[in-house]
């Protein structure tokens, strides 16, 4: 079973409007973390926002936040009052587990991305 | 942010033939990983180190070798490459909280 499942490989949204990309997640671990990265055409991988599995809040990184619903192990991403320059692909990520140690490198699993298009 | 660079950005090179990969970094953080990212796939996790020459296997490991002699430098080894490991590889490094920094990215193409 695929740990990290985006469903939607490409989303369209009108400049200024608000987008929602989906994640859900699978782990059986109690502590883990789900990340947001953003990689536009240029290729490089910009993290955009972190959400741990004890945090109560909704995490928010200027226009972007994440809406955690635990029991629905989803993690979608909210990014308000889109701007041409968001046209990029998005991943969500999870790290499993707690702390580092040998051999457990807790190391980020990816989704397969969705691909976001703002329309002018 | 932590500085971390790869090289070469782009290559090239023929079936059949040894192919390395370099990630380096300049803030001494332990923990290293490589990627790889192909469509439909996201990014999947090659090899990764956890200290000076300790390192272990991940997802896609088959036909790659990495080592890691110094803290600095992660290096990837394609023993003979194949034209399925045409692909975008992406180090990264473990920062000292929670975030994970990736460097700019190798495309290299197996011909």
């Known amino acids: 079973a695929q740990k990290i499942t985006q469903t939607q490989p490409g989303m369209f949204v009108q400049e200024k409007e608000a987008v929602t990309l989906d994640c859900t997640y699978d782990t059986s671990d109690q502590s883990y973390g789900l990340f947001w990265y953003k990689q536009p055409s240029s290729g490089e991988m910009i993290f955009l926002i972190y959400q741990g599995s004890y945090d109560e809040q909704n995490a928010t990184e200027g226009r972007y936040s994440l809406n955690f619903q635990k029991a629905r192990k989803s993690a979608n991403l909210v990014i308000s009052a889109s701007q041409l320059g968001d046209s990029a692909m998005y991943f969500c990520?999870?790290?499993?587990?707690?702390?580092?140690?040998?051999?457990?490198?807790?190391?980020?699993?990816f989704g397969s991305g969705t691909q976001l298009t703002v329309l002018p | 942010d932590a500085g971390i660079t790869q090289s070469p950005r782009h290559k090239v090179t023929e079936t059949g033939t040894p192919v390395t990969l370099r990630c380096h970094q300049t803030e001494n953080h332990r923990y290293m990983y490589w990627y790889r990212q192909d469509p439909g796939h996201g990014l999947r996790l090659i090899h990764y180190s956890y200290g000076v020459k300790d390192t272990d296997k991940g997802e896609v490991s088959d036909g790659y070798s990495v080592s890691r002699s110094k803290t600095e430098d992660f290096l990837l080894t394609l023993e003979s490459a194949t034209s399925s490991q045409t692909s975008v590889y992406f180090c990264a490094i473990k920062g000292s909280n929670y975030g994970y920094t990736f460097g700019s990215g190798t495309r290299l193409t197996v011909v």
């Open positions: 990520a999870m790290r499993e587990g707690q702390g580092f140690s040998s051999g457990s490198a807790r190391q980020l699993t």
